[in-house]
């Protein structure tokens, strides 16, 4: 049986579908928005000049499909993982996991939100619940890995294979801390409860989406160990493949 949370459905009902009146000002005002945003974190060395295209695109995707409410979310995400990544920077520079100081590329992007941008857009053909809650899933694993990779590699002096629990140094494909798991729940948490505040979901609807965004997190250690670590996968390729889990992972569940 489909759950449809009133908020939602509510909302729904002012999406500007594709063929709609309203959704040319929705584009324009979008296009607009998303260009400064991207600008700014091409200024913040967030990302660099393909990345911010890249970025622009996708949180484009998201606005004209969500609105306001799904812009601010993206928002959310882009400061949290901003803020992980420059936690403890000099330190993960001598550990030789530091960030690249230009910024993310054009693939991390679209591999972190890709899956969040294609569920926001789907919204425009077919208004539907469930791609809210593929949108907030995925956003919330997307910030959930990041902070998590981040603030093991800045807290802890060594981690644990997901696989095996054997020690590993910090940053290794796989390698999990107590201190980054925590921070990438909380992360994961926050996102939920920002989609919330948006209006996007239902209050209820806070720990699915936080729990399908860590179960995504956890996915994207196991490939790390299992697939990257022996090179069968690329990084940009998990990330995509653990987004894509957290937005299954919270439809599945959202149909039970």
């Not at 995504?216 to 889990?245: C, I």
Request: hydrophobic share 55%.
């Amino acid at each position: 049986m489909l759950i449809v949370p009133s908020i939602a459905g509510h909302w729904l009902s002012l999406v500007p579908t594709a063929g709609s009146g309203g959704l040319g000002g929705r584009v324009a005002v979008g296009l607009g928005v998303t260009l400064v945003f991207a600008l700014l974190a091409r200024w913040l060395r967030a990302v660099n000049w393909r990345g911010a295209v890249a970025g622009a695109l996708v949180t484009w995707m998201v606005y004209v499909g969500t609105g306001p409410g799904g812009f601010v979310c993206v928002v959310v995400v882009f400061l949290l993982t901003s803020l992980a990544t420059r936690f403890g920077y000099r330190h993960k520079q001598e550990l030789g996991t530091a960030e690249n100081r230009e910024g993310r590329s054009a693939r991390q992007v679209l591999a972190n939100l890709g899956v969040a941008a294609c569920a926001g857009a789907a919204l425009l053909f077919r208004p539907s619940p469930l791609f809210l809650l593929a949108m907030a899933a995925a956003l919330a694993e997307a910030a959930a890995d990041t902070v998590s990779g981040e603030m093991g590699q800045a807290l802890e002096p060594r981690a644990y294979l997901i696989t095996s629990f054997r020690p590993v140094e910090p940053g290794t494909n796989g390698g999990v801390s107590l201190s980054g798991t925590m921070a990438g729940c909380l992360a994961a948490l926050v996102v939920a409860a920002a989609c919330a505040g948006a209006y996007l979901i239902r209050l209820p609807w806070i720990a699915l989406v936080a729990v399908a965004g860590v179960l995504g997190m956890m996915f994207d250690s196991v490939l790390g160990a299992t697939l990257e670590r022996p090179g069968r996968l690329n990084n940009d390729a998990v990330n995509l493949l653990s987004t894509l889990l957290a937005a299954g992972a919270a439809v599945l569940i959202g149909w039970l």
